[in-house]
């Protein structure tokens, strides 16, 4: 099955430009490790145009029904690999399945940053969280960490101090990064402890957490007994799938002109993964992918690779 454009991601991105895609008519498939993305993190999503305020739940399933009305596939797999092939199609390697398209559109967004410390990856699932929004509610009466300095960490902080008896919130440094008010509102809460220039080393348990150890500014390593540990210390992009089909900026992220386009014709690229926007928003994402997907219908067009489309946009 030759498709006309693979979206890879299945966040805001991705089911926009799959909504587009099949207005034009194109036999798309989306392929997405997790529905809805990084909205799955969020919880009432209040800066959408039509909406005042929405679920991340509701918006994400409105998006995803419309994409499937319009005709698209949607397969829940991680991609692993892409190739182009010499005959200028790309070959999508995704679990043990390999598909073809004329086209293909990387909406593959921002994962959160790991703290890189023992203990963590193994329990990651077990105490160790990247959402205080998601996990946040299973630590009623308990004691938890968040780690962070911004408005992220920050923010999580403040929930979790309306659910859990106590709240430690470690930082590196004493430079915090979020919003003044935020900052105060955290300071002012009885049952958050701010730790600043304090290292975590460890994140100690048997098969569920138990503690952190860290080391402070003198050098001297203590520990604290917890029973979460929320990790909020930014996103990252995780393009090395691409990095030979690609240029990427310092970040990481994937360099776009203003079609989407990258440098590997026939492949476009949209969202949070992008060098485009500073402001990593939904409506940001869902406009870009928009182009995106219109870009890879005109690059089928040009090339007569595709029938006119006898819809409007
Ligand atoms: C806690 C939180 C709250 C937020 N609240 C808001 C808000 O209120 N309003 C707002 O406008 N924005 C908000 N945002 C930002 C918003 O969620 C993002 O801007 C938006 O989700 C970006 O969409 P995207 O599709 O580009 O990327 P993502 O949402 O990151 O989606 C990318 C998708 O691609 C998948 N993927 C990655 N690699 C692969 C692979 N190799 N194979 C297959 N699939 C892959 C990922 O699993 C993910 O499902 C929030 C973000 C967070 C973290």
């Known amino acids: 099955m030759l498709y006309d454009i693979i979206i890879i991601g299945s966040g805001p991105a991705g089911l926009t430009a799959a909504i587009f895609s099949t207005r034009r008519e ?8 997790e529905l809805g993305g990084q909205v799955v993190w969020a919880s009432e999503i209040e800066n959408y145009p039509g909406f005042k305020s929405i679920s ?25 690999r892409l190739e182009k092939l010499a005959d200028e199609t790309f070959k999508v390697y995704a679990g043990k399945e390999e598909f073809l398209a ?6 593959i967004g921002l994962s959160p940053r790991r703290l890189a410390v023992a203990g963590e990856i193994e329990l990651s699932g077990h105490g160790v ?22 408005n992220s960490a920050f923010d999580s902080a403040e ?13 590196r440094n004493q430079n915090f990064k979020a ?15 701010i730790l600043a220039d304090t290292v975590v080393k460890e994140i100690v348990g048997d098969s569920k957490v138990e503690k952190i150890v860290y080391e402070t500014i003198d050098g001297k390593t203590n520990e604290v007994s917890v029973d979460g540990v929320f990790i909020e210390i930014g996103r990252i992009a995780h393009t090395d799938l691409v990095a ?32 485009k926007s500073e402001y990593k928003q939904i409506t940001v994402a869902v406009g ?9 219908y005109k690059y089928l067009q040009t090339r007569n690779q595709i029938k006119k489309s006898t819809t409007a946009y």
Do not use: W
């Open 159 to 171: 929930m979790l101090s309306k659910i859990a008896d106590q709240v430690y919130l470690i930082h």
């Open 26 to 33: 194109m036999k798309t498939l989306v392929i997405g490790k």
């Open 179 to 193: 919003f003044e008010s935020l900052i105060t509102e955290v300071k002012e809460r009885k049952n958050i402890t």
């Open 129 to 150: 969280s990247y959402c205080a929004n998601c996990d946040g509610p299973l630590y009623k009466g308990k004691i938890v960490a968040v780690i962070g300095g911004g």
């Open 102 to 107: 004329k086209t293909v559109v990387l909406t």
């Open 244 to 275: 030979d089909l690609v240029d990427r900026d310092d970040r990481l992220q994937i360099v776009v002109n203003n079609l989407m386009e990258t440098k590997t014709s026939g492949l476009f690229a949209a969202g949070d993964v992008t060098d």
């Open 56 to 80: 991340n739940f509701e918006f994400i399933e409105r998006l995803h029904d419309q994409a499937l009305s319009f005709g698209a596939e949607i397969k829940t797999a991680e991609v692993v």
């Open 288 to 296: 870009q992918a928009t182009t995106a997907a219109l870009s890879a």
